[in-house]
């Protein structure tokens, strides 16, 4: 059973992914944020459900749908802003952009727009908990397209046979990009996929932060005490396009059943609702709506107020330890 406290605190990390989704979406319009930028909107349960449920020192990796991870697992939203905007102020000094958010703070140890990219790095995450001897466990956030990559298959095999503490958790928002699950892959279950590799797979209803969190406490609570990883597919789905401004001549889904989504599974309208008729007061949840808008506010301009990266300084962050080497012979 939730307790209220952590009821308030799933429509708070929501309501912040929701919300800086939607200020990312407007800087990105008025050409502020350089490169792409793909919103999480409508996948916040999801994310937050995942996050939830593990600690602080537990290690999470994700995707190029990178702001809401951290978000998720309680990171401050400054410097995500800031990082959004190429700042140096930013969460990695403005070098990595909207999709490549991390914070070792909360346990994000990376982000790729490599599809699939993450999924390697997160088993050996759980390898390393596995040799040091550490109840710590590692999730990996991936799209339903990143199932077809072979470091999905070859991750999940070689953590099966080390019996690692990782958890597989796939966002399945229905298209890669713009191609159907169902054009793509021969196994429409994502979650059968683990029967291949004798794991547990367990599929969610990723709209029910509620059902989430239960299922991947089980995945973690699993993992500490030795009993390897899981393979969790969340059925979600993404109202924004792939990524901001993406303009697609042939419509590869119909917007009627985009608008039907958005109005009966909105993640955060359904938690809402299950708060109010479950000892949460519609004031406690327009003070936590508030507390978002003014967090909002002060990222905005904390991002703005930031410098960019000098040109001189392209080097620096790259090596561990400082290298210095002749910038001319002469």
Request: with cysteine; net charge negative.
């Amino acid at each position: 059973m939730l307790s209220n406290a952590l009821k308030r605190e799933m429509y708070y990390r929501m309501k912040r992914i929701r919300g800086f989704e939607e200020a990312a979406n407007q800087l990105w319009d008025e050409g502020k944020v350089p490169g792409f930028c793909h919103s999480s909107i409508g996948q916040e349960a999801a994310v937050v459900g995942a996050c939830m449920a593990l600690r602080d020192d537990d290690y999470v990796t994700g995707t190029h749908r990178s702001h809401a991870h951290p978000i998720g697992k309680g990171a401050d939203l400054n410097a995500l802003m800031a990082e959004l905007l190429g700042k140096e102020s930013g969460i990695c000094k403005g070098r990595g952009g909207s999709m490549h958010l991390a914070d070792s703070k909360v346990g994000v140890i990376g982000e790729s727009a490599i599809v699939g990219g993450g999924i390697p790095l997160a088993t050996g995450a759980g390898l390393t908990a596995h040799i040091k001897g550490t109840d710590q466990v590692s999730l990996c956030f991936f799209g339903d397209g990143a199932v077809n990559q072979g470091s999905f298959h070859e991750s999940i095999n070689m953590a099966s046979v080390w019996n690692l503490p990782v958890i597989y958790f796939c966002e399945n928002n229905l298209y890669a990009i713009s191609t159907p699950l169902e054009m793509s892959h021969g196994q429409h279950s994502i979650a059968l996929r683990a029967d291949g590799y004798g794991i547990t797979g367990v599929e969610v209803d990723g709209q029910d932060v509620a059902e989430v969190y239960r299922a991947t406490c089980d995945a973690v609570t699993r993992a500490r005490q030795g009993g390897g990883p899981t393979l969790i597919e969340a059925k979600t789905y993404r109202f924004d396009e792939h990524n901001t401004g993406l303009d697609l001549e042939v419509p590869y889904r119909n917007e009627e059943v985009v608008e039907r989504y958005k109005k009966t599974h909105d993640p955060l309208i359904l938690f809402k609702i299950w708060l109010l008729e479950n000892e949460i007061s519609q004031d406690e949840i327009e003070q936590i709506d508030i507390k978002v808008a003014q967090e909002l506010v002060c990222a905005h301009a904390f991002a703005e107020g930031g410098r960019e990266p000098l040109i001189k300084e392209i080097d620096r962050y790259m090596f561990s330890t400082s290298n210095t080497y002749p910038l001319n012979s002469n």
